[in-house]
């Protein structure tokens, strides 16, 4: 059974920071892209960023470039997202979800393309 469970979100004041883990458990990891993304109230699923395989290959959406960083450690089956300079619009819930890459290194960061999905963890950013 595959499993992710995102981990680290909470209450955070605005320019603040947060690191969200996201724990897989049930597939063989270094076969898999990890992307981000998060959920508003009332809004669409909006993608934050990916990570390939391996790690050696990565993409963020615009908005999200120069604040957050992901990150991968397929030994501990576990994927990162560092997100610094929080802003009260950052509150959301926030998932982790994978997609099997096989042996192809790249990663997107549109939805739809992934086949497996964590709960999520809400961030609340606080002015």
């Known amino acids: 059974q595959v499993q992710l469970a995102e981990s680290g979100g909470g209450l955070v004041q605005s320019g603040g920071s947060l690191r969200l883990s996201c724990v897989v458990s049930?597939?063989?990891?270094?076969?898999?892209?990890i992307g981000w993304f998060r959920q508003a109230p009332g809004k669409e699923r909006e993608g934050i960023s990916c990570?390939?395989?391996?790690?050696?290959?990565?993409d963020y959406t615009a908005s999200w470039k120069g604040r957050v960083t992901i990150s991968r450690d397929n030994a501990k089956n576990t994927a990162y997202l560092q997100m610094n300079g929080l802003k009260v619009e950052d509150t959301a819930v926030y998932f982790c979800?994978?997609?099997?890459?096989?042996?192809?290194?790249?990663?997107?960061?549109?939805?739809?393309?992934?086949?497996?999905w964590g709960k999520g963890t809400q961030v609340t950013v606080s002015s």
């Open positions: 979800a994978a997609e099997r890459r096989g042996s192809h290194p790249e990663c997107g960061v549109q939805a739809f393309v992934y086949d497996h």
């Open positions: 049930g597939l063989e990891l270094e076969y898999y892209a």
């Open positions: 990570i390939g395989n391996s790690g050696a290959y990565t």
